[in-house]
């Protein structure tokens, strides 16, 4: 496909150095995505100790009384279990 076999060497080599560039941007790209992955499971599992930390908080509270109605339905007992209760307003 070239005027002649050193034309057609030289498109071959072209060819093959710019599939090694973007081989090398796409291993750039996945060694980005694995340091946000990284990054990413960090803040998760800090924000869950944190959370975990301030047991007593709306967390603990909420996990205590989801606890709470998981117990009364599996029991059998108030199968239309309901509690009433309101968001109050954060102004930090």
Do not use: C
């Amino acid at each position: 496909m070239a005027a002649d076999i050193e034309d057609g060497r030289m498109a071959a080599a072209d060819d093959l150095l710019a599939i090694e560039s973007i081989f090398d941007q796409i291993g750039e790209m996945f060694e980005r995505i694995e340091a946000f992955r990284r990054q990413l499971e960090a803040r998760v599992r800090n924000t869950i100790e944190y959370a975990e930390r301030v047991g007593q908080g709306l967390v603990g509270r909420a996990g205590d009384l989801v606890r709470r109605l998981d117990a009364l339905l599996r029991d059998g007992r108030h199968h239309k279990a309901t509690i009433e209760w309101s968001i109050a307003s954060f102004n930090p």
